[in-house]
Structure formats: structure tokens, C-alpha cells
Antibody, heavy 119, light 107 residues
Framework: EVQLVESGGGLAQPGGSLRLSCAAS????????FNWVRQAPGRGPEWVSY????????YYTASVKGRFTISRDDARSIVYLQINSLRVEDAAVYYC????????????WGQGTQVAVSS | DIQMTQSPSSLSASVGDRVTMTCRAN??????LNWYQQKPGKAPNLLIY???TLQSGVPSRFSGSGSGTDFTLTISSLQPEDFATYYC?????????FGQGTKVEMK
């Protein structure tokens, strides 16, 4: 069974940093592309970032470029999202999503980790 | 960025009803369109990809159609577990974007 377990969320101040982790199990990690998708309360999901097999291709949504960094560790089956220079508008539940059959076909989702931003 | 617009934003229906909702893209996206179901406090779940292909394990009462800019998700006979919010999402280019959702509520 595919399992994605996020961690690292919490409360941070504006301008602060967090590092989200996504531990994967139940499938061959190295054969999947990964994404982070976030969802603010009462709103639809918003795609944040994508990393390809082996990490050779990376994309970000415009609002996080230069502040967020996605990476993957195939040896440990973990995907990371380093979040710097946090803004109030970054507050959301962050989901780790594995995509297969198409880089933006979001097949498998984690349970999410909450990021709150407040001074 | 491609904008996805869903309608209606909410609908009321009863168990056994046929339910239809639509999604419109503001530019042609072929059949690069996915549908998700989300229940409160849970992550979205992929129902349909490539506009009309049922994801493995999804009941056959769900179906999708459309191409170009206009798409439809149909539930042929609404079941109690189908009360949820449904999102469309294009996968045509970067960034992939979602619609604002259609909430299916009990009448």
C-alpha cells in the first residue's frame, strides 16, 4: 500500500523557516515524480512545487520561487520542502503528492501537515 | 496561468439522484483534465484522469467527459459516501491549477 507521511509543519513567524519532510513507503520511490500541493482553509488546492525522477527537473509556482526549495533523497525515500521567508499567505495544509502516468496526475496523497504563520 | 472555473459552487441532491457538475478552462487543454473528491479533513482523492479515464478502484457510477475547454463529472446514482467536494485540475502545463470546487450536499 502506498503511504506518504508528512512532518515538519507547525507555527512559525513571518520571515521564518520550516522544513517539511515526506516519508514514502509501499512503492518504488525512485520511479515516481513528487509534488507539494497546499490548501488554505476553505479554498481549493494549490500546486506548489514539482520534482522529477532523480531530481533533474524542478518547478515552482511563481509565489514561492526563491523562497521554497524542493529536494528528494532516493536512498531514504524522502521528499523535502524547505520553506524560507515565510509569509502569512503561506499558511495552509501542505500535502506531499506522488504523481505517475503524467507529471501532474496526482495519484497518491499524504495526510498533510499544517503550516501556520503568525507573529 | 490557466484558470479553471467550476459550476455550480454547491448543489443539493438526494441518494439515488444523478448529479452533474461542470468545469471550464479559459484556454484549450485537450483532455488534460483530472477530477478529485475531497471529504472534510482528508486529502483529495483522484477519481478520473485524462478527462474520462476512471482511476483504479473508483466506482463505475463516476464518469467524466469533455475535451478542449468544457468538461463534466457525472455521478449516475448518488451514494451516501459521495457527499463531498469535487475539484477539477488541469495537467496541460505548468502550473497545474485547480477549480474552486463543487460541494455536493444532502438535500
Amino acid at each position: 500500500e502506498v503511504q506518504l507521511v508528512e512532518s515538519g509543519g507547525g507555527l512559525a513567524q513571518p520571515g521564518g523557516s520550516l522544513r517539511l519532510s515526506c516519508a514514502a513507503s509501499g512503492f518504488t520511490f525512485s520511479t515516481y515524480n513528487f509534488n507539494w500541493v497546499r490548501q488554505a482553509p476553505g479554498r481549493g488546492p494549490e500546486w506548489v512545487s514539482y520534482i522529477s525522477l532523480s531530481g533533474s527537473t524542478i518547478y515552482y509556482t511563481a509565489s514561492v520561487k526563491g523562497r521554497f526549495t524542493i529536494s528528494r533523497d532516493d536512498a531514504r525515500s524522502i521528499v523535502y520542502l524547505q520553506i524560507n521567508s515565510l509569509r502569512v499567505e503561506d499558511a495552509a495544509v501542505y500535502y506531499c503528492v506522488a504523481s505517475g502516468g503524467g507529471i501532474y496526475r496526482f495519484n497518491h496523497w499524504g495526510q498533510g501537515t499544517q503550516v501556520a504563520v503568525s507573529s | 496561468d490557466i484558470q479553471m472555473t467550476q459550476s455550480p459552487s454547491s448543489l443539493s441532491a438526494s441518494v439515488g439522484d444523478r448529479v452533474t457538475m461542470t468545469c471550464r478552462a479559459n484556454q484549450v487543454i485537450g483532455t488534460y483534465l483530472n477530477w478529485y473528491q475531497q471529504k472534510p479533513g482528508k486529502a483529495p482523492n483522484l477519481l478520473i484522469y485524462a478527462a474520462s479515464t476512471l482511476q483504479s478502484g473508483v466506482p463505475s457510477r463516476f464518469s467524466g467527459s469533455g475535451s478542449g475547454t468544457d468538461f463534466t463529472l457525472t455521478i449516475s446514482s448518488l451514494q451516501p459516501e459521495d457527499f463531498a467536494t469535487y475539484y477539477c485540475q488541469h495537467s496541460y502545463n505548468t502550473p497545474p491549477t485547480f477549480g474552486q470546487g463543487t460541494k455536493v450536499e444532502m438535500k
